[in-house]
């Protein structure tokens, strides 16, 4: 593919993967032209998560309202676009396919390339969207509802996986433990603001370091131990004191991230680090990963709050940088819901 590099580049881009129908317009990578963000959160609280056949149905009602209202706040039209960036994996399938399909239609009719995009590598491109400046390498800490991910990003699209969880995700420890505690969906929001009232150190719940120099991640264990506690508490007649046990969790999960994130960069000799993901939202992970990074020298970036969760401005920057490194994907690309970092259709 020639490129004329010298013209602005605009992306379309689309996020479907789980319960956001979200359309950006960027131009030229970073600069944000709309980013429309349709949640279906009051759809999914009740069942206390994402129920996928809802979600898909939503999308398919959302899509086409969601594209009309990015392109007219962007004030740019069909013809304005270069290509069209979307997400195709990791999600929910269903969902996935809803944003993937009108992706690939606009991109068929408009003979415009198509670029799908990694949803995880979306997480951490939303840093480059708000700072500027940024550029790789770094370490990279994406935290989110599906992933818990610790990566060295060498450079645009080229990654080298260094730990990963075990089991469950730090975003899904956080709404299990909210859902114990009847905080409702999502729960990582509710336990960040109920955390700031009750003291960390009132329960000792685990941290799972797993073997020496193993940087993977375990939370089952910690999400275990508070059911354990919650329903002690409840078989002894005894109040559950629910701002100390969410503090006291936090504090676990807040622990264990940052210090193998710290460890990891210090080791590699990175002085950045780089937090993603809806969790990077969590105010505690926020303020202490900031402590340690600034004790060891190391330059700490994160997202806005709204670029931390789902959104497709973050999508559309991959695929800005796929798209000038002459990539595309083909129009048979399929939705991959258990698609890894890293990899390329
Ligand atoms: O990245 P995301 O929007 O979706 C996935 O790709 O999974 O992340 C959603 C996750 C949910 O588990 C939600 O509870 C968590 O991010 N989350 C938070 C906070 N805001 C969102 N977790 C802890 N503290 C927060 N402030
Ligand atoms: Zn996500």
Redesign the pocket.
Known sequence: MKLNLKEDVITLAIESS?DETSVSVLKNGRQVLSNIINSQIEQHKKFGGVVPEVASRKHIENINEVISQALKEANVTFDDITHVGVTYGPGLVGALLVGLSAGKAIAFAKEIPLNGVN?IEG?IYANFIDHKNLKPPFICLIV????THLVYMKDYGEYEMIGRTRDDAA??A??KVARALGLGY????Q??KLAKEGNPDAINFPKAYLEEGSYDFSFSGLKSAVLNYINTQKMKGLEIPVADVAASFQKSVVEILTEKAVKCAVQKGVDRVVLA???A???GLRTHLKLECDKNNIDLKYPSLTLC??NAAMIGCVAYYDYIKGLSSNLDLNAIPNLKIGDRN
């Not at 989110?144 to 992933?147: D, M, P, R, Y």
């Open positions: 789980c949803h997480h989110s509802g599906g992933h975003g899904e956080f709404d999502p729960g990582g929001p336990i960040d993901g809806g969790v939202a969590n105010s969760t789902d």
